[in-house]
């Protein structure tokens, strides 16, 4: 169910997630960052003056770079920097680096920095993820002080907070072991933030040990916050009746649970699919004081509860109650009763809430609603109603988001009604909808089949002007990645199909063997072998073995337009690679180098093939050589077949050395001829001839004597 795969298994978790802290099963007052001893006790300045002054400051900073004209532009707004003015300054510059600049200058500016200005800046580069910095001014902080500032439990906790934040667990357990080495004892405060930390990642096993440590190694006494983080992260993690055993200790150390903790039990227990003794636990919060009172976020967390067990007659029994204690449900709380009763097909009872007709209460659907509505529609398969409630969206002032138009259009193509689901997508895309802020997280894969039709109808440019707006909103498919890329290459865009190809592996995606392999035989059918050679080298870099033809295919292409560098590198590839070589290629990548003027090249690639087992068409080489008057290159080659004890043809041998006579290379000839005799050969008397005349008039006498003798045996013979 497509509405059902997001960040829950529920709809309406997912608008628990996005609503403020009063819907949260645990409110933000539960999360160490935001305790009240914690940190940053400063009220905020309330002087306009000042106020107007760092504003003007922040925006000079952020939209200029950081120079001499600048400080002085800064110091001719403010004198005498006020803290108030430094702190809210600080907290407007975008830029970390500049943050840091900003630091600096009002230190060298006269401005003496306390505890309150490390710790902002602490904290300003520890939310942008300048861990490094972040590290770097903790342990610096004395000496760039003077001493006036020592160093506290709280600048630790930011930095340990920043590390779990970007998911470094292991450092944020560095920074805790390092506070005793320097002296700085961890404070509730510390200890609360790393169980967090821990327990967000699922390290059970840490947190009970750290736990344990706190109360007998460190003399820590736990609070309310400690017991909260403990509760909630274990029943987060499967282990409610762990967190019923802190609940239950919170005594031993005087703490009182709060409408938090309770909460927090409430929605373990639903979790757990122990909602009966959930219910129990609500019954028992009216006993205990006013300040524990069930209040909105119980009675829907309950809901959920029940919902999730498919328990509506109970839900609703529920949610009468909470009406019936003058509770007002908010929109949280109908999303999810809304939710449970379209997985429970109750359709008419949700026209009576939405009707207002429970309790007499008006009810404004939102987004959340409608959608859900029309995937409950779509579900059971009333696509025209679906559409009507859309239809009604724009009368209703209720924007549809992503989620509305993936359950529309994935409904559409299920039924083969591609042209309303290209309507529809053809919208979204206009209106830009994923890439708005608000709203669920889109799902590449809800897009799928839209992807599809038109990337295999021509229409693959319009595909991927939606999928990178997904991209852009941090939603990603491999398989969509391959429907985009496949829809470019039967389109003949393979540049576009390409840089999808380059995205993918950036993304640490692997694009499989077909993917690959069609994107190599459209750049090569487009007479293009480069790219064709670059794929290909992505392929292997992916752990694919592309077909010997495939190598043939692009050494080929190379080789016909003239790519004389790209084949030799790409011959050297392949015999790295092991990959056979065909006799017919290495003579053509042999010829292209020669021709391009790449001699040695050459024969480097020649020596690597008959090292390798392998040869060329070494009388078609040569051949070629003379015909293009590269005499010399020629007899390279032949000295290189005489050394291997290749044969070939005595006239290719006369051929060169007469070839080198005439353009007056008699030494280099006579040194062939020398080494074809010392093989036993000779060449005809014509080629003695005209090598004879040639030492002769290069002043050789004493190898035109030798040759003279080899005329006059030759001559006897006959």
């Known amino acids: 169910m497509l509405l059902l795969r997001r960040r829950s298994s529920f709809t309406a978790t997912r608008c628990l997630s996005s609503d403020s802290s009063t819907s949260q099963p645990i409110s933000a007052s539960s999360s160490p960052e935001e305790q009240p001893q914690n940190d940053d006790q400063?009220?905020?300045?309330?002087?306009?003056?000042?106020?107007?002054?760092?504003?003007?400051?922040?925006?000079?900073i952020n939209n200029r770079p950081w120079s001499p004209d600048l400080e002085s532009s800064l110091s001719s707004l403010s004198s005498h920097l006020s803290r108030t003015t430094f702190l809210q300054t600080l907290h407007l510059i975008r830029t970390p680096a500049k943050a840091v600049h900003f630091f600096k200058w009002?230190?060298?500016?006269?401005?003496?920095?306390?505890?309150?200005?490390?710790?902002?800046?602490?904290?300003?580069?520890?939310?942008?993820?300048?861990l490094n910095a972040a590290r770097n001014l903790l342990f610096s902080i004395e000496k760039k002080s003077g001493g006036a500032v020592k160093l506290q439990d709280r600048f630790f906790n930011s930095l340990i907070r920043s590390y779990g934040q970007a998911g470094l667990i292991q450092e944020s357990i560095k920074i805790f072991m390092t506070m005793r080495s320097v002296g700085v004892s961890p404070s509730v405060v510390t200890f609360n933030s790393l169980l967090l930390i821990l327990l967000r990642r699922g390290r059970t096993t840490m947190a009970k040990k750290l736990y344990d440590e706190m109360l007998s190694t460190f003399g820590v006494t736990p609070d309310t916050y400690?017991?909260?983080?403990?509760?909630?992260?274990?029943?987060?993690?499967?282990?409610?009746?762990?967190?019923?055993?802190?609940?239950?200790?919170?005594?031993?150390?005087?703490?009182d649970p709060d409408i938090v903790t309770y909460n927090t039990l409430v929605d373990g227990l639903c979790r757990a699919g122990k909602v009966r003794i959930a219910h129990n636990l609500l019954k028992g919060m009216h006993k205990k004081s006013a300040d524990t009172n069930p209040n909105v976020v119980t009675y829907t967390t309950l809901i959920r509860g029940y919902c999730m067990k498919q328990a509506i007659s109970e839900a609703l029994g529920v949610f009468e109650e909470m009406i019936g204690r003058g509770m007002k449900p908010n929109r949280i709380t109908y999303n999810t009763l809304i939710q449970g009763l379209c997985q429970a097909r109750k359709l008419d009872k949700i026209k009576e809430i939405m009707g207002g007709m429970i309790g007499g209460e008006e009810f404004i659907p939102d987004t959340c609603t409608i959608t859900t509505l029309i995937n409950a529609h779509c579900n059971a398969g009333n696509l025209d109603e679906a559409l009507k409630i859309f239809g009604k969206m724009s009368e209703l002032q209720v924007q549809p988001d992503s989620a509305t138009y993936s359950v529309l259009i994935?409904?559409?193509?299920?039924?083969?009604?591609?042209?309303?689901?290209?309507?529809?997508?053809?919208?979204?895309?206009?209106?830009?909808?994923?890439?708005?802020?608000?709203?669920?997280?889109?799902?590449v894969a809800a897009y799928n089949p839209m992807f599809?039709?038109?990337?295999?109808?021509?229409?693959?440019?319009?595909?991927?002007?939606?999928?990178?707006?997904?991209?852009?909103?941090?939603?990603?498919?491999?398989?969509?990645?391959?429907?985009?890329?496949?829809?470019?290459?039967?389109?003949?865009?393979?540049?576009?199909?390409?840089?999808?190809?380059v995205l993918m592996l950036r993304r640490?995606?692997?694009?499989?063997?077909?993917?690959?392999?069609?994107?190599?035989?459209?750049?090569?059918?487009?007479?293009?072998?480069?790219?064709?050679?670059?794929?290909l080298e992505k392929m292997l870099k992916s752990s694919h073995l592309p077909k010997t033809s495939t190598f043939h295919s692009i050494l080929q292409a190379l080789v016909k337009h003239g790519h004389a560098r790209e084949a030799a590198t790409f011959v050297i590839m392949m015999l790295e690679r092991k990959i056979r070589q065909n006799i017919n290629l290495s003579t053509d990548?042999?010829?292209?180098?020669?021709?391009?003027?790449?001699?040695?090249t050459a024969f480097e690639i020649v020596g690597l093939l008959y090292e390798n087992g392998y040869s060329v068409k070494m009388e078609e080489l040569v051949s070629f050589l003379c015909h293009n008057l590269k005499f010399l290159e020629a007899r390279e080659l032949l000295l290189f077949s005489l050394e291997k004890h290749r044969s070939i043809d005595i006239e290719?041998?006369?051929?060169?050395?007469?070839?080198?006579?005439?353009?007056?290379?008699?030494?280099?000839?006579?040194?062939?001829?020398?080494?074809?005799?010392?093989?036993?050969?000779?060449p005809g008397l014509n080629c003695l001839r005209d090598l004879r005349i040639s030492l002769v008039a290069e002043g050789r006498s004493n190898e035109a004597e030798f040759v003279s003798k080899r005329i006059e045996r030759k001559n006897r013979d006959l």
């Open 42 to 60: 400063n009220a905020k300045p309330k002087s306009s003056n000042k106020t107007k002054t760092s504003r003007t400051m922040a925006r000079l």
């Open 106 to 130: 009002a230190q060298d500016s006269g401005f003496s920095h306390n505890d309150q200005s490390y710790f902002k800046l602490l904290e300003l580069l520890g939310h942008s993820r300048n």
């Open 226 to 255: 400690t017991f909260n983080i403990l509760i909630r992260g274990f029943s987060m993690n499967s282990m409610v009746d762990e967190g019923f055993r802190f609940f239950k200790e919170m005594s031993r150390f005087g703490c």
């Open 410 to 443: 994935r409904s559409l193509c299920k039924i083969r009604d591609f042209e309303r689901g290209e309507e529809l997508f053809d919208e979204l895309s206009e209106q830009k909808i994923l890439s708005r802020d608000f709203g669920c997280m889109p799902l």
């Open 452 to 501: 599809e039709y038109l990337c295999g109808n021509g229409k693959t440019e319009k595909a991927e002007r939606v999928f990178r707006q997904l991209l852009k909103r941090g939603t990603q498919d491999p398989p969509a990645f391959k429907t985009l890329i496949m829809g470019h290459c039967k389109e003949g865009t393979l540049r576009a199909g390409y840089d999808l190809l």
């Open 508 to 535: 640490d995606f692997v694009p499989d063997a077909e993917t690959y392999e069609s994107l190599i035989e459209g750049f090569l059918w487009k007479g293009e072998p480069d790219f064709a050679h670059n794929t």
């Open 589 to 600: 990548t042999a010829r292209v180098l020669f021709k391009s003027g790449l001699r040695y």
């Open 652 to 682: 290719m041998y006369s051929t060169v050395i007469t070839g080198l006579c005439k353009i007056h290379r008699a030494p280099e000839a006579f040194g062939l001829y020398y080494e074809l005799t010392e093989k036993g050969s000779q």
